[in-house]
């Protein structure tokens, strides 16, 4: 651990000291809350899982202080005193495992996913979340700051040992002080900064009053909106100062609301660390401690934040949605062993968005704590032939050898990763090679027997013999019937072919497709300086991809070199371009001299001839069944080797 010491050493926040500088941040998660608004066991064992893990403190995320105000419809209500029970039942099951436990308090206010969404102002949210809000009256502030207080009073009353006001992200609070949305003309507004500020003031101070001075409170606001007409960091300098004087425990700086150009929830695109600026700004000046927040997934990353004296504490929330246990890994040396967050947004704040449980790429056991045994290794061991060395296949491969299985492991290729290992290469994609490197860790480390370059076939089979096999052979690109494309002069490849070095494109290209491969074929080609027009025969693009990434990455494709082109009908291809209407138009291109197709993909399943006549169970998994996100893939291969 010594080389991680900061970071693991204790901090004392409010009386209240913490046995390591690693703060789990609130995050709304929306599973584990019954139609009461009441939390479950679901919700409770997502964070036993991780006070096991060796957080030094975490934040339930989202408990919602006043009806008005839920943001999302699966998050804590703290309104009536009926939660304190189920809230007690939660503290108690969490705390004998060392992390110090806290509520985060929220109003969602025009941010909300309801048709009572009420706001300082009547002004709609810039992104995201439809409808305009009811302007609040004066009582209606005055029941929101009494709401603040009561829900305080029933966390500590429910074991919390502290709770976190979420006055930043764009939510109600920081409605009432960005200027952009808070126009009114009362002691709420006006545009003074006293003004804009006192909900929060007030609220505070109630909630002090409902739960006593030695009850730490802290409070996470934004650096910097990122927005037109936003708050700005001399107004959180200000802010932090206030709150230092009136009590606060610890200051937790964040960035961004919805719409802003900095997006709050960060992905793969974004440098680590990309807010650590701004809480560094506002520690310089602060007595009491400073937490940071962004994008920061390494633990040698947050020991030097805290080594460097940036921050006190380091919220690292995704991380451990990602790997429970990455602070015992971290502190007992075993970084390799980390399942590293891949920043993709998909599991954790897509699906989230939509209204669905959350979930993550890499870790199919999130939200299923509740269900999974801690012991589940197989009384009689069996031998299993894994074909494929993509995401599904190392990662059935590494739950059948963790129950116990003989696992042999093999692939046709000279190296592991399936097409994860192309979308690695293209720019701002290389960390979604993370989590091949940490099944490809996990695999040599439970000792699999490994066989590249070699198929699966008879010869295989025989000398392997196995009890059972699965294959993950993964898929290739589909090749569309249009007219011309096979008689046209130009060089005519696959996404792949570009991806693996098997083909060269020329100086003008046409990507055929409108998918996350084909948006990050482009995005490699036009970072070569090549001219690429993309054509999307669909009304969307990348659709499966999460919303915070695809913005991203359309970010990147705006580009003069670039040209996107979506409900397309190409009509036929020619010698040296292609004929296609679009929103009534019709288009020819001329003068270019390659086509990338990335449309459809089709799976690589003819091992399983081979398979016939032996009466050895077949298990087809990921591309190779269908092809899938890896969210689903991976889960898939997980799922298999828990019941094999």
Known sequence: MSHLKHLFSP???????????????????????????????????????RAKGGAGMMLVGGGGTHPTGLELPRLPALWDDGCIPALSKMTDRVKPFGARFGMQLMHGGRQSYHDQKVAPSPIPAPAVVKGTPRELTIPDIEELVSSFGDAARRCREGGFEFVEIHAGHGYLIN????????????????????????????????????????????????????????????????????????????????AGVYGSTELTIPSMYVQHG????????????????????GRIKSPEMADRIIKEGRADVVAMGRSLIADPELPNKAMA?????????????????HAVLQLEPGACVVNPDVGREYQLQEDDRVEKPKKILVAGTGPAGLGAARMAALRGHTVVLCDERGEMGGLVRLAGRVPGGGEVMDIVNFL???????????????????????????????????????????KGLFQTKMTLCTVTDIMEGTAMAGDRV????????????????????????????????????????????????????????????????????????????????E?????????KMTPIREAADILKGTGIPVHIIGDAKSPRIIMHALSEAEELGRTI
């Open 175 to 254: 409605q009432f002080y960005s200027l952009n949305s808070n126009k009114r003309t009362d002691r709420y507004g006006c545009g003074s900064f006293e003004d804009r500020t006192r909900f929060l003031i007030e609220l505070f101070r109630d909630i002090k009053a409902k739960t006593g001075d030695d009850y730490p409170v802290g409070v996470r606001f934004n650096g910097m909106d990122y927005i037109e007409g936003g708050w700005t960091l001399d107004d959180a300098l200000r802010l932090a100062a206030v709150l230092e004087a009136e009590g606060a425990a610890y200051l937790h700086v964040s």
């Open 510 to 589: 046409i990507v055929l497709g409108g998918s996350q491969a084909a948006l990050m074929v482009a995005d490699f080609l036009a970072e070569k300086g090549k001219e690429v027009v993309v054509l999307n025969r669909k009304r969307h693009f990348a659709e499966e991809m999460s919303s915070n990434d695809r913005f991203y990455l359309r970010e990147r494709l705006k580009r003069d070199t670039v040209r996107l082109c979506k409900q397309v009908s190409v009509k036929q291809f020619l010698p040296d371009g292609a004929t296609f209407t679009t929103g009534g138009e019709t288009v020819t291109l």
């Open 274 to 293: 990309c807010f650590v600026h701004l809480a560094e700004a506002v520690k310089k000046n602060a007595k009491i401690p400073v937490i940071t927040v």
């Open 333 to 349: 040396g075993e970084l390799s062993r980390i399942r590293p967050c891949v920043g993709c947004c998909l599991g954790c704040i």
């Open 591 to 599: 003068g270019f001299d390659t086509v990338v197709i990335s449309e």
């Open 11 to 49: 901090v004392e926040i409010g009386g209240m000291t913490a046995r390591n500088r690693l703060l789990m941040p609130a995050m709304s998660i929306n599973f584990g809350v019954a139609d009461n608004g009441y939390v479950q066991e679901q919700l409770t064992e997502y964070f036993v899982a």
């Open 440 to 482: 490809k860790n996990e695999i040599d480390r439970l000792e699999v027997e490994v066989r590249l370059n070699v198929p699966l076939d008879s010869s295989l089979l025989s000398a392997v013999n196995p009890d059972e096999v699965i294959l993950a052979t993964g898929s290739l690109p589909e090749m569309p019937i249009i």
